[in-house]
Structures are given as structure tokens and as C-alpha cells.
């Protein structure tokens, strides 16, 4: 079994005889940076149980979130995770596995609702909001016999980069304590990083599911929009937003998508998505899917600075790797400014009020004291780098009848859409690459400026963001690569080979 090694904990255990019985699973195998099948392989031979990996995950949480590094990726650690991993043993032992995700430890950012435990968002306005039921994608993750380890910090609301809110504070980098993790997902980015949980989910209206993924050393996936349902998940701009995983591997990456696409009638994108879905995106990856790729550059996407040397020159390195293995790279000289697109283009501000007070009403019984947006910002409970957004947002009780709101969300996304399959036609591009973001994830108390990911944002594209490699100071750097709609295969394909041909994955030495 690749990888699954014994640690030292479950060597003491047998040297001596801790009390242990072995249906709890104390067999030597090695958990951290183990994959979701190398875990399966595992519990199929008895090496593992569901119950003794949750447990080697909460001492994890003991050692690093609260204590030690102090990295604060949780919000709340989930007090019934122990009993859920027995009762999938159970299950496993009498009737088999659901699935590749049976017994596996997923962390949810907390803007998903959860019938179980309350959902926050990070603010402290919405503490005790309790859902009435699951959002579909938590919903899909139970059906597969996933256990939910816990509700992952965010910055407040899903609504910037660094990954700071009133409830959780200021998560931590675990590759540089002195920087951010990214943003919004930063929870769950960090939690997966530092292994403690197996894969997580995010939620992605800008940048925030690949933005951690780049700053945190993971693969983060924006599926297309219409593949993964979002009712259930609290909006920050529904024209925008997508749920996605974040894994240390593409191949978890692909299980997790696997499970959490499919059609809702409560989420009326996913009609585009009905005969798209495949079951099986592991089943096409291949350690030589770069070979014939060609690959757009989109030289817009880099920065020209002195703050981007490092950036440009891991992605530059990354690039000659996927040539190395038979990628033909193809520059792209087009006027594509990501900034310009997110002045002209961003529909944020007029959605934000209206959506969170659906969201409010959605809870029904289970809302919290302050049930509307206007309430939430006379009440102050906000972090301070929500507030000039919020004010922004708060006049627009009405967007549709804004014409500026309606052309950023007809003519203008209409032709971005057409002029990016264009380019990927025109020059019969599998992918266009990029880094992330320009500059290198920002220290604490700075706002992340200078990331890319916008364009896949607003044209509903998907796109999967993986290691490239890391600065002479250790910090990661992720490349993203965007494809047509519902590419994700091609997509998943490209990114495989990479990764096998660089193992850019390295855990950090804070959480060792």
C-alpha cells in the first residue's frame, strides 16, 4: 500500500499494549498525507477504522489548532464525529462501503448549512443560527458515509482573501505563521494542509476556493457553474458563487467532486449540468496527460514588479516541467486585464443584500436575533474588513432594475464568455494557464491584492489550482489552469500528470 506507513503512535501502541481494542483501529499505517484511497485500502484490510482515523485527526486539531502553531482552522470541532466513524464502521463491516468516501474526514466551511450544527458564516451577528436541514452538497457528502469532522473559519461571510472573521480571528499560514492562508475557504485550506482532516470543501465566489489552495500548497477545483448545486450555502453573489474541494491530491480532489455534483431543483444552474456529471473522473487520469496538451499563456495573468519575481518564476519553471512532459505551450498575447474584468464586472455589491435576507428566511426557527441585512450592520458585528463592502452593498434592495447590474450581468459576461472559448478554439488550447495570484500570499493585517481568479468566476469556466512550487522562503505557489465549460475530465487529466511529474506537495513544518 503506497504510502501508508507506520508512525509512531501506533508503534508505542503495540509496543506497549495500549488499552486499544482493534475494532478501533490501532494497526501501524500512516495517516498524514495519506490519500482517500491509500485510507480505503486500509479500512478494506482492517489496518484502519473510520473511528481511529477521526481520532488521529482530533488529536491533531489538540495539538496544532488551539495549541502549538495555534493555526485556528476550526470553528467548531464536531462532537458526534466519533460516533458517526463507529457507526460506518459498523456499516463497512455488515454491508460494505458506500463508496470511496466511506469513513473518510471532510471539513466544511462554515457558510454550509448543517442540520446538526449551527452555521455561522464567522460572524459573530449569527451565532446559534441553526439550519433545518443539510445544504445539498453536505447532504450528498452524508450518502456517501463521509463523517463531517467540524465547521472550518472563513473570512466572515465568504466576503474577502485573508481569511479573518469576528467569530473565528485570524487563521494562520501553516507554512509562514507570519502570513495569511489565502481566502475566503482558509479554514478548510488549512485544516487539509496541516492534516488534520482528509479533504474539505469550500466555497468559491472570487478566488476562494483556488486562492488558499495556491497559498496553502493543496489542489482547489471551481467546478463549472451548474455542476455542484449552492442552495444550502450562505450567498455572497449567487451570479458568482460555486462550491468546490480542496485536497492535497487531484485524485481526492476528483472523489470529492465525484460526490457532491448532481442536479437540485432547488438550484436551478444545475439543470445545465443534467448529463454532464461523470461518474467517474479518476477513472481517465493518466500519468502522461500532458502529452500532446496544448497549453495557452496567458501573459496578462503575470505581474511585471519587482513583488512578482518569485511568482513568475516558480510559474515559469511550472510550465517548462509541462513542457517537459510533453505539453506544447502557447503564448497568448490577448487583452485580458483581471483587474479591468472585476471593476467592470463584479456583481457583488448589488447582490449581497438581498440574497443574505433569503438566506435569513430560509432559517425559519432556526434564525438568530438579527434577521436582515440592514440589521446586521447597525448591530456592528462584523469584522472591520467587511465593513466598506457592506455599506456598499446596502442601498440595492432592488438590483434588477440597476442597468448597470443588468449589463455586467448580460452583454458584458455574454461576450467575456465568447471571447475566452474563442481563444481556447482559435488556438486549439486544452487549457489556458496562469498563476494564481501575482504576488505571494500577504502578511497578516495586509489584503491580499493581485489574484486571478476572477476569470473563471464570472464566466462560470472551471478551473483547478495546483502546487507550482514554493518561494526562497517557503511559501507556496499554486498555477491555475482553466478549460471550456465542463472540462473538468481534461481539466483533472492535465492537472494528474503535473503533479506525478513534479510532487510539489509538501506538508508543513509547523504541524509535523
Known amino acids: 500500500m503506497t504510502n501508508v506507513r507506520p508512525y509512531l503512535g501506533a508503534v508505542l ?32 484490510s482492517g489496518e484502519l477504522t473510520s473511528h481511529a482515523l477521526v481520532q488521529h485527526y482530533l488529536e491533531r486539531i489538540a495539538l496544532y489548532d488551539k495549541n502549538g502553531p495555534k493555526l485556528n482552522a476550526f470553528l467548531l470541532v464536531n462532537p458526534h464525529a466519533l460516533s458517526e466513524a463507529d457507526r460506518l464502521d459498523q456499516e463497512r463491516a455488515t454491508k460494505g462501503p458506500r463508496g470511496p468516501l466511506h469513513g473518510i474526514a471532510v471539513v466544511l466551511k462554515d457558510n454550509m448549512n448543517t442540520v446538526d450544527l449551527p452555521t455561522t458564516g464567522g460572524s459573530t451577528a449569527f451565532v446559534g443560527a441553526q439550519p433545518q436541514s443539510d445544504a445539498f452538497i453536505v447532504a450528498k457528502l452524508h450518502e456517501a458515509g463521509a463523517v463531517i469532522l467540524g465547521k472550518t473559519n472563513l473570512h466572515e461571510l465568504a466576503r474577502a482573501g485573508t481569511t479573518v472573521s469576528s467569530l473565528g480571528g485570524q487563521t494562520l499560514n501553516p507554512y509562514d505563521l507570519a502570513r495569511t492562508p489565502g481566502g475566503s475557504s482558509g479554514g478548510t485550506a488549512v485544516a487539509v494542509a496541516a492534516n488534520m482532516a482528509t479533504v474539505g470543501l469550500g466555497s468559491d465566489t472570487v478566488n476562494s476556493v483556488r486562492s488558499p489552495a495556491s497559498a496553502c500548497d493543496l489542489v482547489g477545483v471551481r467546478p463549472t457553474r451548474g455542476l455542484v448545486s449552492r442552495s444550502g450555502i450562505i450567498p455572497a453573489a449567487l451570479t458568482q458563487d460555486m462550491a468546490g474541494p480542496l485536497a492535497r491530491t487531484v485524485a481526492d480532489a476528483a472523489v470529492v467532486l465525484e460526490v457532491i455534483q448532481g442536479y437540485d431543483e432547488k438550484d436551478p444552474t444545475t439543470a445545465d449540468g443534467r448529463g454532464m456529471a461523470k461518474r467517474s473522473y479518476r477513472a481517465d487520469l493518466k500519468a502522461d496527460g500532458l ?21 513568475n518564476r516558480v510559474v515559469t519553471e511550472a510550465i517548462a516541467r509541462m513542457k517537459a512532459q510533453g505539453a506544447e505551450p502557447i503564448e497568448l498575447n490577448v487583452p485580458l486585464d483581471v483587474e479591468q474584468l472585476i471593476a467592470t464586472m463584479d456583481v457583488q455589491k448589488w447582490e449581497s443584500k438581498t440574497q443574505i435576507d433569503a438566506w435569513l428566511r430560509d432559517l425559519g426557527p432556526g434564525a438568530p436575533r438579527i434577521h436582515t441585512f440592514d440589521e446586521w450592520i447597525a448591530s456592528g458585528k462584523f469584522d472591520k474588513t467587511l465593513e466598506k463592502g457592506l455599506k456598499a452593498a446596502q442601498p440595492f434592495d432592488h438590483p434588477e432594475r440597476d442597468p448597470e447590474y443588468l449589463e455586467r450581468i448580460g452583454p458584458r459576461k455574454d461576450a467575456l464568455q465568447k471571447q475566452v472559448i474563442a481563444i481556447l478554439d482559435e488556438r486549439k488550447l486544452d487549457a489556458i494557464v496562469y498563476p494564481h495570484q501575482k504576488r505571494l500570499t500577504v502578511p497578516i ?65 509547523s504541524a509535523p
Open 13 to 44: 501502541c503495540t509496543l506497549f499494549a495500549c488499552s486499544h481494542s482493534p475494532s478501533r483501529g490501532t494497526a501501524p499505517v500512516r495517516i498524514e498525507e495519506a490519500t482517500i484511497e491509500e485510507l480505503q485500502v486500509a479500512m478494506t
Open 291 to 311: 502529452r500532446g496538451a496544448r497549453i495557452g499563456i496567458l501573459r496578462s495573468f503575470f505581474g511585471s514588479k519587482p513583488e512578482h519575481e518569485e511568482v
Open 445 to 509: 493585517g495586509e489584503s491580499q491584492a493581485e489574484r486571478n481568479g476572477f476569470l473563471a468566476s464570472i464566466t462560470g469556466f472551471p478551473a483547478i489550482t495546483v502546487p507550482a512550487g514554493f518561494s526562497s522562503g517557503g511559501v507556496p505557489i499554486g498555477i491555475e489552469l482553466l478549460g471550456r465549460p465542463f472540462a473538468e475530465p481534461t481539466l483533472f487529466n492535465l492537472a494528474f500528470a503535473y503533479e506525478k511529474g513534479t510532487h510539489n506537495r509538501r506538508p508543513p513544518a
